[in-house]
């Protein structure tokens, strides 16, 4: 079984979480601390925050594949399978009996978020604090769907909010009840179980399965929910902090500039957030999940690249693995393919970049390359790719919303087949095998 919630992953992680006693300011500082630490850094929690006393923040949760594993109770090397075995058995929420730990403080009509959540700052011209791992859930009106995904949102002063709403299902529930004259209903989590934040970035379609039963599957337990305070939305039970409130029908506000996960700054004007109440744990935990960093590449990698392998595999024979690229925003991706012909491989680079609307770039490779690390596919590249033939281009395509170089919306796409022709010239070097095994044995004890 899965973690219930934050705390019990946080205990879990052992000496892989480090405690930063050192007052830190959630303006600018603990991005900053973030930021820097390495691939394999440790996850941080930091203990005293400057204007929140009884607050702390958590970061760099999931940044690598050995704590994404340990999220889903498996090893890295079986990631993969278990995110897609774990995320086909769905456990539909329940509702909590007793006292939910999120509503353990209720501040009802805050007069300001600040007041009581140390919002990050993360980069140098952000216009504002952003939240940036927010579950966002609503409901339906019409059809009682629920809704969950991960939206930005900037703290535009006061109890309201700016949300970049680019993508379904809120975007369509919004736009629903913004015709109909209403606002809509939607409560933020903030602080919850690394299962349930990678269920909420899970593509599903308007029949799909519900993305908290999804969540139940990933944890190996059903969610618990509760009834928010203010509003008509059921929220997980043991997150850290819930943030209700209702989107203003007709109501648009400049929100930005912010530091995307692109590396790049970008603007929107969006509909406002109204908060009607913030609820949360005592000595609650702030995620600060930091744009443009391994916990992004990560949610992205598991989340959006093993669905679009999934699917791959399904249409082309000899897919072997995917991985989208880090620092890409997931608009870069890499395949590696076993045995398949040319025609083949460009057959499933149009598939590629026809089905995710997000990828503009893929390079196919053979499986003797390790697709997650760039020296091999460099070399893939550099040895077994020529570009007037192994070029595919397609023009006039979706321009990704936060992609600044799609200007005016539209942007094209392009694949590389870097796979191996025949004949022993495309072979890779190799190593003589008991030779490798004695030299890593006495590495291993010397470097020990």
């Not at 600018?28 to 691939?39: D, M, N």
């Not at 999220?71 to 007793?98: H, N, Y």
């Not at 033939?389 to 392009?414: C, H, Q």
């Amino acid at each position: 079984m899965g973690h219930s919630d934050l705390r019990e992953f946080l205990a879990d992680l052992g000496d892989d979480l480090r405690h930063v006693t050192q007052p830190f300011d959630p303006r600018f500082e603990i991005a900053a601390a973030l930021r820097s630490l390495p691939p394999d850094g440790p996850a941080l929690l930091f203990e005293r925050i400057v204007g929140y006393p009884g607050a702390r923040v958590a970061g760099n949760l999931i940044a690598n594949r050995t704590r994404l594993a340990r999220a889903l109770g498996t090893t890295p090397e079986a990631l993969t399978r278990t995110w897609i075995e774990k995320k086909q058995t769905a456990f539909a929420p329940v509702s909590l009996r007793g006292r939910a730990p999120v509503q353990e403080v209720v501040h009802a009509s805050p007069a300001s978020v600040l007041d009581h959540l140390p919002v990050l700052t993360h980069h140098a011209l952000d216009g504002a604090p952003f939240l940036t791992s927010g579950v966002v859930l609503c409901t339906d009106p019409a059809s009682g769907q629920r809704g969950m995904g991960i939206h930005r949102m900037m703290i535009q002063g006061g109890r309201r909010l700016g949300i970049l709403l680019a993508n379904p299902p809120l975007s369509r529930f919004h736009a629903a009840a913004e015709s109909a004259g209403r606002p809509l209903d939607v409560a933020i989590a903030l602080g919850v179980e690394p299962a349930l934040l990678l269920a909420a970035v899970v593509k599903s379609g308007p029949l799909g399965p519900d993305k908290m039963a999804v969540a139940g599957g990933l944890r190996g337990a059903p969610v618990e929910l509760v009834q928010a305070t203010s509003v008509d939305v059921a929220v997980p039970a043991r997150a850290e902090i819930v943030i209700e409130g209702r989107v203003l029908p007709g109501v648009r506000a400049p929100e930005g500039p912010f530091g995307e996960n692109t590396g790049c700054y970008f603007s929107n004007v969006s509909p406002v957030v109204e908060v009607s109440a913030i609820t949360h744990r005592d000595n609650f935990i702030y995620p600060g999940l930091c744009p443009w960093s391994g916990d992004v590449d990560m949610l992205l990698s598991l989340a959006a690249g093993t669905e679009l392998l999934g699917q791959l595999q399904g249409l082309v024979g000899g897919v072997v693995d995917l991985e989208l690229l880090p620092g890409t925003a997931g608009f870069s991706a890499v395949i590696a393919v076993h045995g398949c012909p040319s025609t083949e491989v460009r057959r499933l680079l149009m598939l590629a970049l026809n089905l995710d609307r997000r990828l503009k770039s893929v390079t196919v490779v053979d499986d003797d390359i390790d697709l997650r690390d760039a020296r091999e596919v460099g070399w893939a590249m550099a040895t077994r790719f020529q570009p007037d033939r192994d070029t595919v281009i397609v023009p006039r395509t979706e321009g990704y919303v936060i992609d600044p170089s799609s200007a005016g919306g539209e942007g094209s796409k392009i694949g590389f087949d870097a796979t191996r022709g025949a004949g022993p010239e495309f072979d890779k070097i190799t190593l003589e095998p008991a030779a490798l095994r004695k030299a890593r044995a006495v590495l291993e004890e010397l470097l020990s």
